[in-house]
């Protein structure tokens, strides 16, 4: 490549022969031999991954609950001959059947492959709920900021830009994208979307949406389905409780041994919940970090309250309160920090 004009001697315009690795051109090759460029290789494999996301769709249609303050609408609906399909027969035939009794179930199939995206690509929406206690029945929040704030909020605890893959329950690890429907960009689609999750249809601003592609084609071993939607339920809650938990000053226990010279400022602790405060009706449990400018203190004090416990003749563990009122999910999920669940860091004596 030449660059500017008149004699140009740059260095990119003279290389020597067989200067350019050749790694990635040899595993590409490697990759077709030992796969295969046909239905049997690169082929079944792109089968598995649509299956999955077929299965998948089944996992989102099927995963809110009557009781659940939150609603979920799918990008593509079920189709109108499928409506009769319950979320319990969904979740029971396809999500949580065994692999040789699904294959067996002919109409459990036909939904799989009749419903949902043509690609490995899944789109979702959520909004949240309220209780009329008057009519009995749910009614959909309308102010679209406050679903985008809820949709940002769940998309946090799976995102592996933010969370870090810290979140894994059994193995499985979560990790979905973001991103926002417009009226200009999406038309009659942003219009259905709008109505379905009962969002104020005056107002045109930005939907936001949780998008998921199935790219394994072993998502079925170990009823992995199931799990991923208990994983992805739970934080849907976490997400409702971090918009209406109150601030409170968050109580710990951990039953950690500070008082050793080994011990490097890291400990396990569990929430005090609460069942009677809703803002508390959390089970936590979490590895906590202190500065290293503060450990030789906290050491200390733990000695003294260990000699104490010991004239006194009963043992305590230890007790943490939180500087500040701050929700379970700002403690568990860093707030508005950017990234968290990172490292630990030096820092100055200056820092909290």
Not at 52 to 72: H, I, K, N, Q, T
Not at 204 to 227: A, G, H, Y
Not at 278 to 293: Q, T
Request: net charge negative.
């Amino acid at each position: 490549m030449s660059h500017g004009s008149g004699k140009n001697e740059e260095i990119n315009l003279f290389g020597v022969d067989g200067s350019k690795p050749g790694a990635a051109s040899a595993g590409v090759w490697l990759s077709h031999k030992v796969i295969g460029l046909n239905n049997e290789g690169y082929g079944l494999l792109l089968e598995q991954c649509t299956f999955s996301a077929g299965v998948m769709y089944a996992l989102w249609v099927s995963l809110e609950r009557s009781v659940d303050p939150f609603l979920l609408v799918p990008a593509i609906p079920i189709l109108e001959e499928f409506k009769h399909w319950t979320k319990p027969r969904i979740r029971k035939e396809i999500l949580e059947a065994e692999n040789w009794s699904l294959q067996s179930n002919f109409e459990a199939i036909k939904f799989i492959n009749e419903n949902g995206p043509d690609t490995l690509i899944n789109c979702v929406s959520f909004n949240v709920r309220s209780w009329n206690v008057e009519k009995e029945c749910w009614e959909p929040n309308k102010d679209v900021k406050l679903q985008r704030k809820f949709i940002q909020k769940f998309y946090k605890r799976c995102s592996h830009s933010f969370e870090r893959p810290n979140m894994v329950d059994r193995g499985i690890q979560i990790i979905l994208n973001a991103t926002s429907w417009a009226q200009e960009s999406h038309s009659g689609s942003f219009t259905e979307m709008r109505s379905s999750l009962g969002l104020d249809e005056s107002n045109d601003e930005d939907i936001s949406v949780i998008i998921n592609t199935c790219m394994s084609p072993w998502l079925r071993s170990q009823k992995t389905f199931k799990r991923i939607g208990i994983i992805i339920r739970n934080e849907l809650y976490n997400a409702y409780g971090a918009i209406f938990d109150a601030p409170e000053r968050l109580h710990l226990v951990s039953p950690c041994i500070v008082t050793e010279e080994g011990w490097q400022g890291d400990i396990y602790a569990e929430l005090e919940a609460s069942f009677s405060n809703p803002s508390l009706r959390y089970h936590a449990i979490a590895r906590f970090m202190f500065p290293k400018y503060d450990i030789d203190r906290i050491r200390d004090l733990a000695r003294v309250a260990n000699s104490t416990e010991r004239q006194s003749g009963r043992s305590k563990p230890m007790r943490l309160v939180t500087k500040e009122p701050m929700t379970v999910f700002d403690l568990m999920t860093g707030g508005d920090e950017d990234i968290v669940n990172q490292p630990r860091t030096s820092c100055g004596p200056d820092e909290d």
